[in-house]
Nanobody, 111 residues
């Protein structure tokens, strides 16, 4: 069993920044890719980005240039640095690793 705990969400104004963290614990397979997903209210959960165990990253087009995804294997933690936030970035952000989901952290961008 793997437990994923997301933190760092909140309410910020357009153009602001947030840093999300996802801490993994339990029977962790450190070779697994870790991913961030976003679920806006009433919409489907979609990929924001992912980072492999050796640090290779991918971000969807809407996040490139504004978001940075990273991972600290020693801490079993993944991060999502989000800058220049837009209203479309609002939603609940979930961490995914090896078939397991966290409970998510809410991000709300106000104009």
């Amino acid at each position: 069993q793997v437990k994923l705990v997301e933190t760092g969400g909140g309410l910020v104004q357009t153009g602001g920044s947030l840093r999300l963290s996802c801490a993994a614990s339990g029977s962790i397979d450190a070779s697994k890719t870790m991913s961030w997903y976003r679920e806006p209210p009433g919409r489907t959960r979609t990929l924001v980005g992912r980072v492999t165990s050796d640090g290779q990253t991918f971000l969807v087009a809407s996040a490139e240039g504004r978001f940075t995804i990273s991972r600290d294997n020693a801490k079993n933690t993944m991060y999502l640095q989000m800058n220049n936030l837009e209203s479309e970035d609002s939603g609940r952000y979930f961490c995914f690793m090896g078939g397991f989901w966290g409970q998510g952290t809410q991000v709300t961008i106000s104009s």
